[in-house]
Structure formats: C-alpha cells, structure tokens
C-alpha cells in the first residue's frame, strides 16, 4: 500500500488512519484475506471487496488544526481495473460520512462485475474534507474534497488474467433484438486500433445462447468448437490490424495485457520467423493459407 498526501494545507498522517481486515473473493462465498493474486477468478464470477477503516478523531483535529466538535471528515472507495501504471477505469463504488461521535470503524464493501474487471482490480480509498471549519488555523484544509489521506492497492486477477479470454454466453434475441447478427453464432464486440489499449477491457466476445448445441459445446470445452471460435477471432483482429498503416510501429513498445501485444503474439503462433510484409503478401496472395494458418494457431493451448 501507498499512501499520498494533498498539499499544501495539513494533511493527516498515517498513524491516524488504520485500515483492518480486508477481504476479498467471489461474491457470495467465504472471502479471503486479500493478497497479491486473486486465484481461480474468471470474467463470469463478480468480486467482492470488504474492509473497515478508523480515525483516531483526537489525533485527526489536533493534525488538522480543526476543532474537534467542527471537524467532519468523509470516506471514498474507488475500484479500478486494467494493466499498465495507471487503472483503465476508475469507478466511486461507496461515499461515506464518518462518524466521528464514536470510536467505531466503518465497514467498506463493493461488488464488482467480474465482466467490467480485466488483469488487475486497483481499490483507492480517499479521507476527504466533508465541511469547513469556522475556527480552523490558516493552514486547516477549507475546501469541500480536500483529500487528507489517500492509500491505494491492487491485487492481480488470476496471474494478471493473460490466460483468460472474455467470453460471455447471452442470448441475442434478448441481449440484440434488433440487430442483423441476431441469429448469427457468435459475435465479436470491439473496434479496430487502438493497440496500446487493455485487450480484456478492450473486447468481448458473445456466444449466442439461443443456439442450445452451441452453447452446451461451448461450456463443455469443445476443443473443435472452441478452435473454430477462437479462430474467427483471431483472423478478425489479425486481418484488421494487417490494414493499419505503420503497424511494427504501433506493435512496438506495447506492454503486456495490451491489444498489441496480444496481436504481434498471435502473429508469432501463426507465422513463426516471418517478417510482416511476408504475413500480408500471404493474406493478399494466399488467403485461404492466411486463414488456416491462424486457426491452426488458435488450437487450445497455444492461445493466451
């Protein structure tokens, strides 16, 4: 954990705030102390975070250089999620008064949909300043939000979530009434570019439930019917990224999780030891290669 502190009016220091038994784990099941990696996690399953947080009030307004009687402090739980430094999405899930009248902590809990969630859950957790202080010194915080205490953490989704494809099983007829894929299989949700972005926040793919054979395939493990999916993919987002202009450049320097670097890894399976003019002079030349090759590629256990 890492606290940061909001300057330049006095902020409260970290043997005020006490942060205890936080818990994390599926939803409605027994949570778990929370560590670093949140195993056996998949994008069906939500997750539930709960923890307390205390205020020693007396060592917060002598701090503060606030009254104790005319200090009002609130509490603010955000969840992030996505690789890289900074969190794809950030969301308030909890804005709290705190009670300073006693020396009780506060109970914070969220629940997450496990389908939002990608590679890392980021949970924040701000002290802010809930009213000004008519006696307070000229260094007392005085604005509405101030933050006076701030302490971040993350926790890794299974190993980062790498080896977990975003799959949903819905049905069309319900879920797109009116579109023209309403009957269609499958259905892959994303858009061209952005390479650099988080690629299990980026897409998504739907496995249409009105397909009874389909689905029972589908949530069995069908190897065959899972390469073939998985295939339609990965020719998709390949072939697409193939039209983009100066792609080595946009591949190079993705970082892990992102859309790039799943691509120019995909790449790799499918067409080991060629350069990328050969990979295009290949899918304009000899398309039907270009296909086979990446569903090849796409057997289970090669795909990430």
Known sequence: MTATFALPFLSLPDEAVTLEGWMIGRAATHLLPMKPILHDWDYAADIELRGSISIDVTVAAKILAIPKEELKLAVVLKIGTGRGRFPRIVERVSSQLFDLATDQPMDLSAIVPGNTLSGRLCARIDVLLAAPAENASTLSPTRIGSRLWSVEFSVELEDGGDNR????????????????????????????????????????????????????????????????????????????????????????????????????????????????????????????????????????????
């Open 165 to 304: 494809f975003p799959i949903e099983v819905v049905s069309f007829s319900e879920t797109f009434p009116s579109s023209r894929h309403v009957t269609a299989p499958w259905y892959l949700a994303w858009r061209p570019g952005g390479f650099g972005a988080d690629f299990g926040g980026s897409i998504r793919l739907y496995v249409n439930s009105d397909h009874s054979e389909l689905t029972e395939r589908v949530v069995e493990g069908d190897t065959l019917t899972l390469q073939a999916i998985l295939g339609d993919v990965m020719v998709q987002i390949v072939g697409a990224a193939l039209d983009a202009e100066d792609l080595a450049e946009h591949l190079d320097g993705c970082e892990e999780g992102s859309v790039g670097a799943q691509i120019e890894g995909w790449l790799q399976l499918a067409f080991p030891g060629r350069e990328l003019s050969e990979v295009m002079t290949i899918r304009r030349s000899l398309p039907g290669l270009f296909h086979a090759s990446i569903h090849a590629a796409a057997e289970l256990g090669d795909i990430k």
